[in-house]
T-cell receptor
């Protein structure tokens, strides 16, 4: 069964450093997402991406965040200058086209980001 | 997105049916009810979704009331692997809409 993969599984960084979280969505999917979950809290939407541009972003997704699909397979989330409060599990998800058959979002296993 | 209300926690004996309720009294006509679950700290996993008819797949059944103001997710024969947080989410049916997660129901399957 196809799946979303994410690397690394755990990233430790110093405050102020840049990090790039990587995701490989399911190959024929068109919509891509990043969510995050701070320990013990809800899963929160960050951004959605379609046709090489951002479709929607939340208030969390400020100028420190950016997303990119640098090639046909990877989808990345960059945090330019990490803060302590960016420590969280980051989930990538993808879904297919807009028909009823493809509304399921498939989530990756997550990257645990720890900012020291 | 319409707001959903779920009990914070439930227990169910292994092998029995687990019935997880969800209230979504402000749901609008074109919004679907989705259920996802999250096992420990893994990525959320899709379970099922429906509009107004009852739905069944290999994982679960979804019963939606006639007025669509509430629904119940049924896991017919719960196993220990079904211990997870279950999220009821109301969302429009357009492929790229975000999912808005609440706090969900923490279901514990008791051996």
């Amino acid at each position: 069964e196809p799946e979303v993969t994410q690397t690394p599984s755990h990233q430790v960084t110093q405050m102020g450093q840049e990090v790039i979280l990587r995701c490989v969505p399911i190959s024929n999917h068109l919509y891509f997402y990043w969510y995050r979950q701070i320990l013990g809290q809800k899963v929160e939407f960050l951004v959605s991406f379609y046709n090489n541009e951002i479709s929607e972003k939340s208030e969390i997704f400020d100028d420190q965040f950016s997303v990119e699909r640098p090639d046909g397979s990877n989808f990345t989330l960059k945090i330019r200058s990490t803060k302590l409060e960016d420590s969280a599990m980051y989930f990538c998800a993808s879904s297919g086209a807009g028909s009823l058959l493809y509304n399921e979002q498939f989530f990756g296993p997550g990257t645990r980001l720890t900012v020291l | 997105d319409a707001k959903t209300t779920q009990p914070p926690s439930m227990d169910c004996a292994e092998g029995r049916a687990a019935n997880l309720p969800c209230n979504h009294s402000t749901i609008s006509g074109n919004e679907y009810v989705y259920w996802y679950r999250q096992i420990h700290s893994q990525g959320p996993q899709y379970i099922i979704h429906g509009l107004k008819n009852n739905e069944t797949n290999e994982m679960a059944s979804l019963i939606i009331t006639e007025d669509r103001k509430s629904s119940t997710l049924i896991l017919p024969h719960a196993t220990l692997r079904d211990t997870a947080v279950y999220y009821c989410i109301v969302r429009g049916d357009f492929g790229n809409e975000k999912l808005t997660f609440g706090t969900g129901t923490r279901l514990t399957i008791i051996p």
